[in-house]
């Protein structure tokens, strides 16, 4: 009864996370056309700051209204009972006012995109053009899921088991004793009283042995060997030996869920498994790409933009030297590390080479001559010199970053290349470290975000071709920089020149962008 309503393009569709209803419908043969608005990515839009946007908290913020919650119907604990078996009275009660609160709220929210910024329409433009079409993208992205590799996932874990128990045993030979290396309290009393490591940092129940601690600690074996354990673990736990378990039952495939509305930058993040997190800097990290496979007779092609935080800094703060670079196709990180290392360019080498790129990245999030120091592991003098190099070398970055952290003292908020706002209130803290990491901030936010709308365009724009094209290749992740399809065999050159021509072309920079393709039979081939 509701598919021609829903299927009418004469008739505009409001909802609250509509994605949601596009992927519910779809499963019953719906197509929801006509998508007008989404309480929930306006709320967003507005304040992309604020931690939850979902209709008890918007209704609340905007309406001075309470929303019944699902659980007040459905039950906690053992008491709760799926949504088909609640009566039909409560359940029409229920879904009735939540239609009516998005409605309402659409009416409230829609004014309070126009209000406050120097183009009035700039929001509404990224809410129509960018936002909602993406809902529809990022909708298709999980209909179509990704193939894992079961086999190859049980195996890794078996390997994976056997690194643990190695680690576990060197962990109890250097400590003298057998512990509970899980336990955050034993190991506290085992490293600062029995081994009288010096304490960094207290909690609550003593200690703290978290990642940074015992980084801070590294340079001693036992805890650089605690790091690796926990590494291992996590690895094991939260992807190889979970993957398999979020296989859906009926298409034989893992379907991730998309966030547009969780990163105060306007990146994507996802969950039912976190993507972006799978760690690609480590062996291990990128071995879990592998699980990630093509179905037969197709590929997985990989699409990723190349050092694009760099080309939008470049971009933004019009430095010469840095767009020259770009234009002129030149490696960045060795141009940078011939100035701070003061030497020719043919004689910079790998190690070099890391540390420019530590500070060539580490200037977009506002390193500071410390932070420099322990990353890449030098004294706090040469660090400082080599942030002195770096600006001396690119004038107009340090200009740009003066003048972003000035225009957001004056305005309160920055905005990205589509004019994606962010408020920073902390700018105003009496608190030198909370106003510090605001201007921090200020300076990322800006080549961040616009790396997000970027993306955003892109994967809209390739999926409008490959519609119109009658492709049968799909999208089927979105990670950071990186867009991975999956393609029959005999779509793999005109995906390749689609998708490089999208994704290159997607907006006129002042520098050119660079997208790196690569075609394999599994992730971790095609990266």
Known sequence: KLKPILEDKNIKKIGQNIKYEIIVFKNFGIKVNNIYFDTMIASYLINPSKHNHNLEDIALE?????????????????????????????????????ADITLQLSKKLLPALAIGIIDKDALVSLLNNVELPLAEVLAEIEINGVKINKN????????????????????????????????????????????????????????????????????????????????????????????????????????????????????LSSSNPNLQNIPIRTELGRKIRKAFIAEKNHRLLSADYSQIELRILAHLSEDEVLMGAFKKGEDIHAQTAAKIFNVFPNMIDSNMRRMAKAVNFGIIYGISPFGLSKNIKVSLKEAKEFIDHYFALYKGVKSYIERTITDAHKNGYVTTILNRRRYLPELNSKNKQMKEFAERTAVNTPVQGSAADLIKIAMINISRDIKNKNLKSKMILQVHDELVFEIPEAEKKSMVDLVKKEMEGVMELKIPLIVDTCIGKHWGEAH
Not at 185 to 211: A, I
């Open 152 to 267: 190859f996932l049980k195996k890794m874990s078996k390997d994976l088991e056997k690194d643990i128990s190695l680690s576990a045993q060197k962990i109890y030979d250097m400590a003298g004793e057998v512990f509970n290396i899980n336990s955050p309290k034993q190991l506290s009393e085992l490293l600062f009283e029995k081994l009288k490591f010096p304490p960094l940092k207290k909690n609550k129940t003593g200690y703290s042995t978290d990642m940074r601690v015992l980084e801070q600690l590294s340079t001693h074996p036992l805890p650089a060997e605690i790091i690796l354990y926990r590494q291992l673990s996590k690895l094991k736990s939260t992807y190889v030996d979970a993957l398999p378990l979020l296989i859906n039952s009926k298409t034989g495939r893992i379907h991730t869920s998309f966030n547009q509305t969780v990163t105060a930058t306007g990146r």
């Open 62 to 98: 905007y309406l001075d209204y309470r929303v019944t919650t699902y659980k007040e119907v459905t039950g906690t604990g053992s008491k709760e009972i799926g949504f088909n078996k609640v009566d039909i009275e409560t359940a029409a009660s229920y879904s009735g006012e939540d």
